[in-house]
């Protein structure tokens, strides 16, 4: 069973709020630099935003989570309600200084939790090799590798898992 952390709260936030896209901002910053080797330019970010929009992670088909200590927004998750009882896990996102702390781990439970009470029966995602923290994680939580289930921007990682 994993320990969350006892000073971290979830709560959902819409996407556009300002807590919201600052925290996508960083979000994008972090995945389109780790995919280029290098920082990621305001521009790139900007087009990542652009082509890969978060509008739709809020009700009533989506969700957008974030995780806050002392009142400061430390990561996010989003999830998408599709057609057949699947969910779309997004935008797993824990800043730096928070990470190997039990916060990914929270925001994915919280989820889950949030999935299970829509009758999302299947979660699945996409992720990027270069994001090695997060296949840790996902497989830290039970998340299987699968066939691609989509053309994600810079996913070549596909995982789902059955929520009983």
């Known amino acids: ?43 790139e970010v900007e087009n990542a935003m652009a082509g890969e929009p978060s509008d739709d992670l809020c009700p009533p088909g989506g969700l957008f989570l974030v995780a806050r200590r002392a009142g400061t927004v430390i990561g996010c998750i989003g999830l998408r309600l599709l057609p057949g009882g699947i969910g779309e896990v997004a935008r797993v996102f824990v800043v730096p200084g928070a990470r190997g702390r039990g916060v990914g781990a929270l925001l994915m439970d919280a989820v889950e ?24 994680l996902y497989a830290h939580t039970g998340y299987r590798e699968v066939p ?12 789902e898992k059955p929520l009983t």
Not at 21 to 35: E, K, M, S
Not at 113 to 136: M, N
Not at 148 to 159: H, K, L, P, T, V
């Open 1 to 43: 069973m994993t320990e969350f952390p006892p000073d971290v709260t979830v709560a959902a936030i819409p996407p556009g709020s300002a807590q919201g896209r600052a925290v996508l901002t960083d979000y994008f910053r972090d995945i389109v630099g780790r995919h280029h080797g290098r920082p990621a330019t305001a521009g």
């Open 113 to 136: 939790k949030a999935a299970r009470g829509q009758g999302v029966r299947t979660l699945r995602l996409d992720s990027g090799s270069h994001l090695t923290e997060a296949q840790r």
């Open 148 to 159: 691609a289930f989509n053309q994600g921007y810079m996913s070549d990682r596909w995982y």
